[in-house]
């Protein structure tokens, strides 16, 4: 059963910075999953933040957060990680980590089997 638990959000002012993390359990030896983060505001749907993949050297990002969010991940500690620099207002959302053991980098919501409980991040102006 695999589990996620996001950390690491929390109140920002515009320009701060933030590190959110996800604790990973439950994978299959010897399977690749893919990792993302998503992030959801009231009434809005799920947005793809940022993907990565064991096997593929560079993260895909949504257009908005490239140049100012990174995605990594520790396979060590089965932990991924999203730092987010520049906040503005418009970051703020429910930030939810989510893996699959689909091959290569997704954005899409759909494709994603397993779903943390998510973390508030706001960011004030």
């Known amino acids: 059963q695999v589990q996620l638990v996001e950390s690491g959000g929390g109140s920002v002012q515009a320009g701060g910075s933030l590190r959110l993390s996800c604790s990973a359990s439950?994978?299959?030896?010897?399977?690749?999953?893919?990792m993302a983060w998503f992030r959801q505001v009231p009434g809005g749907e799920r947005e793809g933040v940022a993907s990565i993949y064991t096997r593929i050297a560079d993260p895909a990002y949504v257009d908005s957060v490239k140049g100012r969010f990174t995605i990594s991940r520790d396979n060590n500690k089965n932990t991924l990680y999203l730092q987010m620099n520049s906040l503005t207002p418009e970051d703020t959302a429910m930030y939810y980590c989510a893996a699959d053991p689909i091959y290569g980098l997704s954005l899409l919501s759909y494709e994603y089997r397993y779903w943390g409980q998510g973390t508030q991040v706001t960011v004030s102006s």
């Open positions: 439950g994978f299959s030896q010897g399977r690749y999953y893919c």
